[in-house]
């Protein structure tokens, strides 16, 4: 099946830094990527519609400026949270669609785990 | 009201035993539905997917749609240890193949050796 892969899996950071977590499409071109945000024993939230080219769409309460998403490649999405402060700490994960493909076809990364001190 | 709507569980089960996952959702334009697994602190992985309604069967798993109740469900037979984990169930905004997903809260799992 195709894989995606996100890193780093977990990362620690002062409140007031930035942080950047990656996600790439392995084995497949994905146009469209998607960045959820979970926490614990919570639902995953949609956060951003990502799409290679083109800027990233945001869903409602989502603070594009805070979370900075660049779809550079048909392989790579970033998701770069600025000025982190403790409330952002959460899991937070990416998936992607092929090339045509349908939300059936949506593969998810296995997450990055963010801890704002 | 939530799009999705999931009894968050948990729910412990000894092994063997015939497990019943259950979701509720407000739209009836809704036509694909998702289940997916995800164990602690990995991403989630598509189980399986119906559209519309009726039954579609993978091995153990077995998914349910009743679209007259609004009520789709995930039954998992022979349950293992290994099927230990959360399960989300998920449907596309807009009711079609849109790429968009909502998600139930997800049913906590575990069965018992």
């Known amino acids: 099946g195709a894989v995606v892969s996100q890193h780093p899996s977990w990362v620690i950071c002062k409140s007031g830094t930035s942080v950047k977590i990656e996600c790439r499409s392995l084995?497949?071109?994905?146009?469209?990527m998607f960045w959820y945000r979970q926490f614990p024993k919570q639902s995953l939230m949609l956060m951003a519609t990502?799409?290679?080219?083109?800027?990233?769409?945001?869903e409602q309460g989502v603070e594009k400026d805070k979370f900075l998403i660049n779809h550079a490649s048909l392989t790579l999405s970033t998701l770069t949270v600025t000025s982190a402060h403790p409330e952002d700490s959460s899991f937070y994960i990416c998936?992607?669609?092929?090339?045509?493909?349908?939300?059936?076809?949506?593969?998810f990364g296995p997450g990055t785990r963010l801890t704002v001190l | 009201q939530k799009e999705v709507e999931q009894d968050p569980g948990p729910l412990s089960v000894p092994e063997g035993a015939i497990v019943s996952l259950n979701c509720t959702y407000s739209?009836?334009?809704?036509?694909?539905f998702m289940w997916y697994r995800q164990y602690s602190r990995k991403g989630p992985e598509l189980l399986m997917y119906?559209?519309?309604?009726g039954n579609k069967e993978d091995g153990r798993f077995t998914a349910q749609v009743d679209k007259s109740s609004k009520y789709i469900s995930l039954f998992i037979r022979d349950s293992q240890p290994s099927d230990s984990a959360t399960y989300l169930c998920?449907?596309?905004?807009?009711?079609?193949?849109?790429?968009?997903?909502?998600f139930g809260k997800g049913t906590l799992l575990t069965v018992n050796p």
């Open positions: 998936s992607a669609i092929p090339g045509g493909g349908r939300a059936t076809e949506q593969f």
């Open positions: 084995d497949f071109q994905a146009t469209t």
């Open positions: 990502s799409n290679e080219g083109s800027k990233a769409t945001y």
């Open positions: 739209n009836s334009a809704f036509q694909y």
């Open positions: 119906t559209y519309s309604s």
């Open positions: 998920a449907t596309p905004l807009g009711g079609g193949s849109n790429y968009k997903l909502t």
